[in-house]
């Protein structure tokens, strides 16, 4: 499912509250208002945080592997996420150098 701004397995990160600043991966789309967030380490797949669109932005990454399996209905980890983003934290950064 897609909504108008982010599509499932896209990193994001918090634009506002407690976890300002964190990075997260866009693990369920609720509606256009609201999406469930992991992170495979202090968000994890059975307890998602649940956050308003607006109160994130996107970094312009997707985890493709993780996308194709989430869609797919395929188990997906903790682990693999959380190494996926980090793996992909890192591209980035280094990629912008």
Do not use: W
């Not at 997906?76 to 992909?88: G, L, P, T």
């Amino acid at each position: 499912m897609k909504n108008n701004q982010f599509h499932v397995g896209e990193l994001v990160q918090s634009l506002k509250g407690r976890d300002e600043g964190r990075i997260y991966m866009v693990y369920k789309i609720i509606d256009n208002d609201y999406v469930s967030l992991v992170d495979g380490n202090f968000k994890l797949q059975q307890n998602p945080k649940l956050k308003k669109v607006k109160h994130m932005k996107t970094l312009s990454i997707t985890l493709d592997k993780i996308e194709n399996k989430l869609l797919n209905n395929i188990k997906v980890f903790d682990s693999e996420i959380y190494s996926a983003m980090k793996k992909a934290q890192e591209q980035k950064t280094s990629g912008s150098c």
